[in-house]
């Protein structure tokens, strides 16, 4: 007797995962004017078939997202994970090495997941003194480096100084 062979059933859609702070959870904005809604609607109009989850948290910090992260990738199953943490880390003047190796960590994890990851620059004012604010920038560096994952740019910062464009 000939086996048949099962039907390969159709892959699912994509996820693209993006574990972040206010500045991805869209902190006071309406839902649909956050850049991970936008996000999803360009990556839709412009065809791709990927679904955006957004697993971020306002306030959170690298170790709130080293915490949250293995939850949430068996949640969404996610082929690419965008982390866009540190910025609170950052406020609150936490070690610059625990942020390091939180961060290293969290692309290990959703690396050992099976995503590709993408690592989010971030930028903090410089009230914290200029040895803290070059040590938090060059940490995102650091880390892309070490890890070879690609670094995405701050990526607001077109709107550093402009009225109105913060809380």
Known sequence: ???????????????????????SAGYGLDAQVGWVSLLQSKLKAEGF??????????GDTT?????RLPA???RN????????L???DGLRGLPLKAMRENLSTLVDKARASGAQVLLFEIMIPPNYG?????????????VAEAKQVPLVPFFLLSLVGKDGAFQ
């Open 1 to 23: 007797m000939r086996a048949v062979a099962a039907e390969k059933t159709p892959t699912a859609q994509p996820t693209i995962l993006v574990l972040g702070d206010s500045l």
């Open 49 to 58: 078939p990927h679904k955006v989850a957004n697993a971020s948290i306002s």
């Open 63 to 67: 170790s709130g997202g080293l915490a």
């Open 72 to 74: 949430a990738l068996d």
């Open 77 to 84: 199953q996610p082929q690419i994970v965008l982390i866009e």
């Open 130 to 142: 200029a040895a803290y604010t070059k040590g938090f920038s060059d940490s995102f560096k650091q």
């Open 86 to 88: 540190g910025g609170n």
